[in-house]
């Protein structure tokens, strides 16, 4: 099971892009990349997964080198809402696979007006 | 379509005591896990449940059970209460064959063992 290692926490402004890299040393063939995010008091939201290169969606980007020992999140233009702890998972989720996807502690993003 | 439920909200118990959580699934999903979450860490894998039975368990004592039902709710049950229970408990549905591994979770419950 892969353990990941990201910054404990980063502060931002509004507006920015911002990058959070996730380290992810002992990868396997078919682990996945995905992220959460988590607000107080509430459950983690699932923001994206990758396999490898680069994956976008309505919310974020993910980007994956070929290595796939790292991977970062990068959130477009930022705003207050954003402030949250984000979580970086590596894990083989598809059927029939014995996964149990660890979570650290994650990165606490703080963004600031 | 509702999201992932969860109950009760909050809940106090006393040390030694029983507690049963109960969460329903995201329409669609077949799966269920739970996960306990300290303040400040990162949730922890308790168990996952799929056609009514555990299909993985987590590093968690036999004192946490629990059950699926035919319509996929699932509860979690904790016996023989200890301090160190005291958790939010989260349950987070999915499609165990969407090959995405994406998990709905519910808003939590908040146990407190005084």
């Known amino acids: 099971l892969a353990k990941t290692t990201q910054p404990i926490s980063m502060d931002s402004y509004e507006g920015q892009e911002v990058n959070i890299t996730c380290s992810h040393n002992?990868?396997?063939?078919?682990?996945?990349i995905t992220w959460y995010q988590q607000f107080p008091s509430q459950g983690p939201r699932f923001i994206i997964q990758?396999?490898?290169?680069?994956v976008t969606n309505e919310v974020a980007s993910l980007f994956i080198p070929a290595d796939r020992k790292s991977s970062t999140l990068s959130l477009p233009r930022v705003s207050l809402s954003d402030t949250a702890v984000y979580y970086c998972?590596?894990?083989?989720?598809?059927?029939?696979?014995?996964?149990?996807?660890?979570w650290g502690a994650g990165t606490k993003l703080i963004i600031k007006p | 379509d509702a999201g992932v439920t969860q109950s009760p909200t909050h809940l106090i118990k006393t040390r030694g005591q029983q507690v049963t959580l109960r969460c329903s699934p995201k329409?669609?999903?077949?799966?269920v896990s739970w996960y306990q979450q300290a303040l400040g860490q990162g949730p922890q894998f308790i168990f996952q449940?799929?056609?009514?039975?555990?299909?993985q368990r987590g590093n968690f004592p036999d004192r946490f059970s629990g059950h699926q039902f035919p319509n996929y709710s699932s509860e979690l049950n904790v016996n023989a209460l200890l301090l160190g229970d005291s958790a939010l408990y989260l349950c987070?549905?999915?499609?165990?064959?969407?090959?995405?591994?994406?998990?709905?979770f519910g808003p939590g419950t908040r146990l407190t063992v005084t």
């Open positions: 998972l590596v894990g083989d989720t598809h059927v029939d696979s014995n996964y149990q996807l660890i």
């Open positions: 987070a549905s999915s499609a165990l064959t969407s090959g995405t591994g994406e998990q709905y």
């Open positions: 449940y799929y056609e009514e039975e555990e299909r």
């Open positions: 329409s669609g999903h077949d799966t």
């Open positions: 002992n990868i396997a063939t078919n682990d996945y």
């Open positions: 990758g396999y490898k290169t680069k």
